[in-house]
């Protein structure tokens, strides 16, 4: 790993929500950035960054784990074929991943997350116990390997260990094949507590309406700090159960009963009506989208711009890991808008900001900070020295006028938008070849030559 470099000066660099000319970048001791001048000539002992630097952004939300289920689960073997079947296919890998085959396959992501723009990854953790569905003689065996996954990749974690109690709003308890799933609320305070690394924090997190009751979401509420995340109203059945169950939508469930605040990071919120938009907006609650994931598992399309007018903060996920770069999450947010309200530019607003990117942009990352718990985030005073270089050089993004530099990434951007990444302070590989191999090591592990098998008839979907 590359040495600390105390003083980088760039010739470009995002400072303040745009770019600003000739950039000198300090990183203090303790790997934060000390200071940030825009506009001075480069000092002799400085490095000299060779292209653009934007800030790091935070995935706010992954299920590690399912890294290797992407690209398996694109052949439709019976006649119906959604978010459920998915799900229950996605269970499969859950059940026979161990620990050291979940650090060497979620330490590939995270590789590939930085070589996407990502320098803060939040692990929307629920994979906990051994195969058989006892916990492990240290109960937080998997959040460890977790950990180390991000030692080695060099990326920030925070970890959200999930509180996971029942099957669906009328399940006194989880099936069987949601084994290693089951947390309590001790259990859940109990691993936020059980992680520590110089680039880790933790929060918590529910995981859904459906699968923990009202009296636990309270209490871990009450008891807990930190960031806490849900997922929320990613499904119509969800929103159809929950109706049936609570008469109230999900969104709305959330914003009657619990104590929403900044603290909260509602995930997907897919399906919601202009009134729980308000509500979400009123208490200062976030929303984490996940529109590659969304888009691959069908599960709709979200009010983007009614949460961007009520000021919402938002952040963005790689959730199952279909998309791994924020620039492909961040076009099909607005392409997904585009296609169904057959507008352009439906994210930007043109008095205030007319670029999509840059808006988009802006609030992923004031959003991405808030939902990994940050107080400061991007290049300022105090905030983590985390950046990013732009891969200028790539054919795609020649010859674009400066100014237009994040519209081209975001809406033209190269396969590798980035050619270099730090955090803090530190230079992190884009490529790892022996982590790589142990991500192919494990692959094979799991996976017979022809990839997992279609599911027989009569088997639930
Ligand atoms: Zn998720």
């Not at 960054?49 to 290797?68: K, T, Y």
């Not at 007018?309 to 924020?326: E, K």
Request: with cysteine; net charge negative.
């Amino acid at each position: 790993m590359a040495a600390v470099s105390p003083r980088l000066w760039a010739p470009r660099a995002w400072v303040g929500g745009r770019w600003r000319d000739r950039v000198l970048l300090e990183v203090g001791g303790d790997g934060r950035w000390s200071e940030v001048t825009p506009e001075v000539d480069a000092p002799e002992d400085a490095e000299t960054i060779d292209g653009p630097v934007l800030p790091g952004l935070v995935d706010a939300h992954s299920h590690a784990f399912q890294r290797a289920f992407a690209g398996l689960a694109e052949r439709r073997d019976s006649a119906h074929d959604d978010f459920w079947s998915w799900r229950d296919r996605m269970y499969g890998v859950a059940l026979r991943i161990a620990p050291e085959q979940l650090r060497a396959i979620a330490a590939h992501l995270y590789v590939e997350l930085l070589a996407g723009g990502y320098t803060q990854v939040c692990e929307f953790h629920y994979l906990q116990h051994d195969l058989d569905g006892h916990p492990y003689a240290d109960p937080a065996t998997l959040s460890h390997a977790l950990v180390d996954a991000a030692g080695d990749a060099g990326i920030g974690l925070t970890l959200l260990p999930v509180l996971y109690e029942r099957a669906g709003f009328t399940a006194p308890a989880l099936r069987p094949d949601q084994r290693r799933f089951a947390t309590s609320v001790d259990d859940v305070l109990a691993l936020q507590q059980a992680v520590r690394g110089p680039l880790v924090t933790a929060g918590v997190a529910v995981h859904s309406l459906r699968a923990a009751r009202p009296e636990s979401i309270l209490a871990l509420a009450e008891r807990s700090s930190g960031p806490l995340h849900i997922h929320v109203a990613e499904q119509t059945a969800e929103v159809d159960e929950c109706l049936a169950a609570t008469s109230c939508r999900p969104i709305e469930w959330l914003a009657r009963h619990a104590p929403l605040d900044a603290r909260w990071h509602l995930v997907h919120a897919t399906h919601s009506v202009p009134g729980e938009i308000e509500a979400v907006a009123a208490k200062g609650a976030g929303v984490v989208l996940c529109p590659g994931t969304e888009g691959n598992l069908g599960d709709g399309l979200s009010d983007l711009p009614g949460w961007l007018a009520a000021g919402v903060p938002l952040a963005i996920g790689s959730d199952s890991q279909v998309t791994r770069a924020w620039p492909e999450e961040l076009r099909w947010l607005e392409y997904g808008q585009r296609l169904r309200l057959r507008r352009r530019n439906v994210s930007a607003a043109p008095e205030a900001e007319p670029s999509t990117a840059r808006r988009l942009f802006e609030r992923m990352l004031a959003g991405g900070a808030a939902a990994a718990g940050f107080e400061r985030w991007g290049l300022q005073r105090g905030a983590r020295a985390d950046l990013l270089v732009v891969e200028t050089s790539d054919p795609a993004l020649r010859g674009l006028p400066p100014d237009h530099l994040l519209d081209g990434v975001v809406f033209t951007a190269p396969a590798r938008p980035f050619a270099r990444a730090m955090v803090a302070g530190r230079w992190r590989p884009l490529r790892d070849g022996s982590i790589a191999d142990r991500f192919d090591a494990a692959m094979q592990a799991l996976w017979p030559p022809g990839g997992p098998p279609a599911r027989r008839k009569g088997e639930r979907g």
